[in-house]
């Protein structure tokens, strides 16, 4: 019985040992490792939470490629879904604490995120505008809705290989005298 026990919490330590662990990307990680731009778009951010994008679309202008269409009383909705856990990249800062993040093959389509200071300067999901049931976003773009949930979607790192990133490192091979 020892020995299942003991092998179960084996496993389950290699396991979690070999995922990354996520963290929030946070104004203080930013400023304290004072990242350029191209150091930025090395870095690979993930979403924390589900983002889900929903605009009308008349039935002549409904291009869909990487979202769902739904028909909604007799109307066309396009939806576009971004899962918790997809990974991201760094496109542009189109200015201070203000990163255009993209979790598709295009850079064309992106998703803004900035610290908010009442999140402990985590970088959250950026809205044109904000309302009690949910906010505007643009991507790729057009105007969507995202609902109040999506506010809270945070930029997330594997802070293990971010600190990779940023470790500039060499060893001084010495000096004689001639």
Excluded at 57 to 81: D, L, P, T, W
Excluded at 93 to 102: C, D, L
Aim: hydrophobic share 35%; with cysteine.
């Amino acid at each position: 019985m020892k020995n299942i026990i003991f092998g179960l919490l084996a496993t389950v330590f290699l396991l979690t040992s070999c995922s990354p662990k996520l963290t929030p990307f946070t104004q203080r990680l930013y400023e304290q490792n004072d990242w350029s731009k191209s150091e930025l778009k090395r870095i690979q951010f993930y979403l924390s939470e589900d983002i889900v994008l929903r605009r009308n679309a008349s039935s002549s202008n409904s291009q869909i490629r990487n979202g769902e269409i739904e028909v909604v009383s007799g109307g066309n909705v396009e939806k576009v879904v971004i899962r918790k856990g997809t990974p991201g990249v760094f496109v542009f800062s189109p200015r201070e604490n203000r990163f255009a993040i993209s979790f598709e093959d295009s850079d064309d389509s992106y998703l803004m995120f900035g610290p908010n200071p009442k999140a402990s300067n985590r970088y959250l999901l950026l809205a044109s505008e904000w309302k009690k049931r949910g906010g505007t976003v643009t991507y790729n773009g057009k105007r969507y809705r995202v609902d109040n949930s999506s506010a809270y979607a945070t930029l997330m790192v594997d802070l293990k290989k971010v600190r990779k990133v940023s470790v500039k490192s060499r060893t001084a091979g010495g000096r004689r005298i001639n």
